[in-house]
C-alpha cells in the first residue's frame, strides 16, 4: 500500500522500484508480489528430485508463450532431446517453440575424461555461447541447470568460482533474468556455495516425506528489494505443470452473501429460521459411526444440483458408485446429476498425497469446475496423513479460498470417543459458520439418531434435539416426544404416541357414555315431570268439576227456590193461573 | 603405435586475440613441430567471430584445443603450458630427442 503511495506521490520513484519478471507459474506471483527480479540472476535450489528443472522450464515456457519473452535454456545434466520429451508429459512443446525461435535449448556436455587442463584459461567459450544464443532469439531469459556440473568437469575451482562471478555479472548486464539451479549441499543452500554470487533471489525447493507421504514445498530465502511471503508453500507437479499454494490469504474480507440455500431436508431448513444455510458459508455435520452425515450430504448435493448448480463431491472414505449406490436406498438419484453434468465425483484415498496436494487437487478442481457447493466427506480421514494442527491449517485455507469463491462448502467429521478426533471437532468447529451434529440416542434397547444445531452463525436456529428419521422416503426431522419420562425417540416415541392416541380414544369414549347417562336421565325425568303434569291436570279437572257441580247445584237450587217461591205466591192469588199455565 | 599414416587434425578455439590465446597458439605450433613435424593441420577458430561453433564442439573454456583425429577426441584446455599434460592428451609420445 505504502508503495503504492509512493508511486503517486514520486513518479520518479516507479523507476526506482524493482521491476519484476512473472513466472507464469500458478500462484508464485503472488508470493513474489509479481515475479522474479527482472534482469537479475535468480537462484533455485534443493535437492535431487525436488522439481528444479521442471520449474526453471515452466519459466521459460511459460515467458515464451505468455509473456513474449523468449528464454534460452542451457542445460548441464539433461541432452536436449531428454528435455523435450520429460516436458512433454506437461505438454510443453519444445520442438515447436525451439522453431519458433521462442525457446532455445543448449546441452553443455562436460565430460572429464576428455578435457584435459593445462595452464591457465577462461570460461569465454561458455559467455560465447551464452551469448550467441541469448542473441539469436532476442532472449529476455535464461536458465542455467544445473551449472553446478562445471565443478565436476572441471578441476581448476579458483578459476571456476572467479569466472562464475563473472558470469552472473555478465548476465546482469545482458540485463537478462535468469535462473540458476543448484544442487542443495551440507548444511549450504547449494553444494558450491552459489549463494555466495547469486544474493538477489534465493527460492528453495523441498521435498519431504513424513509419515510416507511426500509433500513438496517451496521457500523463498531471499528477495532482495521486495517484500515476499516466508513461508514454506506447497507445490503440486501434474499434467498442467506447478502450481504453488498461497498459505492464507492475508486479509479477511470477503464478501458475505445474504442468500440462502436449502439444506435439501426441509425440515432441517425449518431449524435454521426455515431457509437453509447462507450461500459461501461452511457446514460442519459431525457425528459418530453411521449416524447418517454422508446422506446429509448427499442431500445436500442432491438440493445443489436441483437448483441447477454445480456440486463437486469430494470422497475420501467411499468410491461414487458405493455412494450413488447407497443413496439410491434413500430415494436420491445422484447419478442422474452427473449424467447432466451437475455433479462431480472426486475420490481418493487419504493417504493418496499429503494434505497440501488434496489442498491443491481441491483448488485445481474448483478452479476449472466452478461448483457453487463442495462437500468433503469425511475430514477425519485426512487426519491420517497429517497432525490436528496440519488439517485445521489446510481447512483454514481451504475455507478462506473457498468464501473468496462465494462457494458453500459442507465438511463431514467422524466423531470417536478419542482425544484426537474430539480436538477436531472443536479444533474445526471454530471456523466453521454451521455445525450440525448428529449423535446416537441409545434408548430402550434401540440406536435412534437425534440431530441439533450446535450453531450457526448469523441465524436464529432452532435449540431442539430433533430425531433423524432415515426412511426408504428421505430424511426427515421428527420433534422428539418430551414426556414425564424425559426425551423419547424412535420406537419408544412412536410407543408414546400410540398409547396416547389409545388414552385419548379412551378418553372420547368414557365422555360419550357419560353424555349417554345424562340423556338417559333427562329423559327419566322429564317423563317424570310429564306424568307429574299430567296428574296434576287430572287434579286440577277433578276440582274444576266439583266446582261446577257445585255452581250447577246452586243454580238449580237457586232454580227450584224460584219455582218454590211461585209456586207458592201463585197458591194464594192465583190458582187459576197456575192450572192455566199448566 | 602407428602414427606415420595420421594426420593430427587439431583445433584451437580461441575468443579474440587474448594473452592466453596467443601464449597457447605458440605453444601448440611449438609441439607439433617438435613431435608431429609435417603430420599436423591447426585450425584456429575465433569464437568472437563465429559464435554459432562453440556449441558443436562443446566449447567451454578459452582456449580449448580439440584433437578430432585421430580418435578418441580428446579436449585440452588451458594454455597449454604443460608440455607433458599437453602431450598426453593428444596422445603422442615424445618422440627420441
Not at chain 1, 86 to 111: P, R, T, W, Y
Not at chain 1, 384 to 392: A, D, L, M
Request: charged share 25%; hydrophobic share 35%; proline share 3%.
Amino acid at each position: 500500500m505504502s508503495i503504492e503511495q509512493q508511486k503517486k506521490e514520486d513518479p520518479g520513484l516507479i523507476n526506482k522500484i524493482l521491476h519484476k519478471t512473472p513466472t507464469g507459474i500458478t500462484g508464485l506471483d503472488e508470493i513474489t508480489g509479481g515475479g522474479l527480479p527482472s534482469g537479475r540472476p535468480t537462484l533455485i535450489c534443493g535437492a535431487a528430485g525436488s522439481g528444479k528443472t521442471l520449474f526453471s522450464m515452466e519459466f521459460i515456457v511459460r515467458g515464451a508463450l505468455e509473456f513474449n519473452e523468449p528464454g534460452v535454456f542451457m542445460a548441464f545434466e539433461e541432452k536436449s532431446e531428454e528435455l523435450t520429451v520429460n516436458v512433454a508429459s506437461l505438454g510443453f512443446d519444445l520442438d515447436k517453440l525451439q522453431k519458433d525461435k521462442l525457446v532455445k535449448l543448449d546441452h553443455v556436455h562436460i565430460e572429464r575424461s576428455e578435457i584435459e587442463e593445462t595452464g591457465e584459461y577462461d570460461l569465454d567459450g561458455l559467455f560465447i555461447r551464452l551469448g550467441y544464443a541469448i542473441d539469436s532469439i532476442g532472449a529476455k531469459r535464461v536458465v542455467l541447470d544445473t551449472i553446478e556440473n562445471l565443478f565436476s568437469g572441471l578441476s581448476n575451482q579458483l578459476i571456476l568460482r572467479a569466472e562464475l562471478r563473472r558470469l552472473f555479472q555478465w548476465l546482469k548486464e545482458k540485463g537478462v533474468t535468469a535462473i540458476i539451479t543448484g544442487e542443495k549441499g551440507e548444511g549450504a543452500l547449494t553444494r558450491q556455495g552459489l549463494e555466495e554470487y547469486v544474493s538477489d533471489c534465493v527460492i528453495l525447493l523441498d521435498h519431504r516425506v513424513c509419515n510416507q507421504i511426500s509433500t513438496r514445498l517451496l521457500r523463498i530465502v531471499k528477495y532482495r528489494g521486495s517484500v515476499h511471503g516466508t513461508n514454506e508453500y506447497p507445490f503440486l507437479i501434474d499434467e498442467e505443470g506447478i502450481s504453488v499454494l498461497p498459505v492464507t490469504a492475508l486479509k479477511l474480507e470477503n464478501n458475505v452473501s445474504a442468500e440462502r440455500i436449502s439444506s435439501g431436508i426441509p425440515s432441517l431448513d425449518k431449524m435454521l429460521e426455515g431457509k437453509g444455510f447462507y450461500r459461501g458459508s461452511s457446514i460442519l455435520v459431525s457425528g459418530t459411526a453411521g449416524t447418517g452425515k454422508t446422506s446429509i450430504a448427499a442431500y445436500f448435493a442432491h438440493a445443489t444440483c436441483l437448483r441447477k448448480e454445480r456440486c463437486v463431491y469430494f470422497a475420501f472414505e467411499e468410491s461414487p458408485p458405493q455412494i450413488i449406490r447407497n443413496m439410491q436406498s434413500i430415494g436420491i438419484n445422484l447419478q442422474e446429476h452427473i449424467d447432466d453434468g451437475l455433479l462431480q465425483f472426486h475420490a481418493s484415498r487419504p493417504t493418496l498425497n499429503g494434505l497440501e496436494m488434496h489442498l491443491v487437487s481441491i483448488h485445481k478442481v474448483v478452479n476449472k469446475f466452478r461448483p457453487r457447493t463442495i462437500i468433503l466427506d469425511p475430514i477425519t480421514n485426512l487426519i491420517t496423513v497429517g497432525s490436528v494442527s496440519e488439517v485445521k491449517a489446510m481447512l483454514i485455507r481451504l475455507i478462506d479460498f473457498l468464501q473468496t469463491q462465494q462457494i458453500t462448502v459442507m465438511f463431514t467429521a467422524l466423531t470417536l470417543n478419542n482425544i484426537v478426533n474430539e480436538q477436531t471437532d472443536e479444533g474445526v468447529s471454530s471456523l466453521v459458520d454451521a455445525w450440525l451434529r448428529v449423535r446416537d440416542i441409545e434408548f430402550n434397547g434401540e440406536r435412534n439418531r437425534g440431530m441439533y444445531v450446535m450453531k450457526s452463525r448469523g441465524m436464529k436456529h432452532s435449540n431442539q434435539v430433533r430425531e433423524f428419521v432415515i426412511s426408504d422416503e428421505g430424511l426427515n426431522l421428527v420433534s422428539v416426544y418430551l414426556g414425564p419420562e424425559g426425551v423419547l425417540t424412535g420406537s419408544a416415541r412412536e410407543a408414546q404416541q400410540l398409547q396416547e392416541e389409545t388414552g385419548l380414544i379412551l378418553r372420547t369414549h368414557a365422555v360419550s357414555r357419560k353424555d349417554l347417562e345424562i340423556e338417559r336421565k333427562r329423559k327419566v325425568l322429564e317423563a317424570k315431570i310429564a306424568s307429574l303434569h299430567e296428574e296434576f291436570e287430572s287434579l286440577q279437572d277433578e276440582l274444576n268439576k266439583s266446582y261446577v257441580e257445585e255452581e250447577l247445584k246452586k243454580e238449580i237450587i237457586e232454580k227450584n227456590r224460584e219455582k218454590l217461591t211461585k209456586i207458592r205466591h201463585h197458591e194464594n192469588n192465583t190458582a187459576t193461573d197456575n192450572s192455566s199455565s199448566e | 603405435m602407428e602414427v606415420k599414416e595420421e594426420i593430427w587434425e587439431l583445433r584451437l578455439y580461441v575468443a579474440g586475440q587474448t594473452t592466453k590465446s596467443v601464449t597457447a597458439l605458440q605453444n601448440l605450433k611449438k609441439y607439433c613441430e617438435e613431435h608431429l613435424k609435417d603430420k599436423y593441420k591447426i585450425e584456429v577458430i575465433d569464437l568472437l567471430v563465429h559464435p554459432q561453433l562453440a556449441e558443436g564442439d562443446q566449447i567451454l573454456a578459452i582456449p580449448t584445443l580439440v584433437k578430432k583425429v585421430p580418435e578418441p577426441i580428446r579436449k585440452i584446455i588451458g594454455d597449454l603450458s604443460n608440455e607433458e599434460k599437453v602431450l598426453v592428451g593428444l596422445n603422442i609420445r615424445p618422440s627420441t630427442k
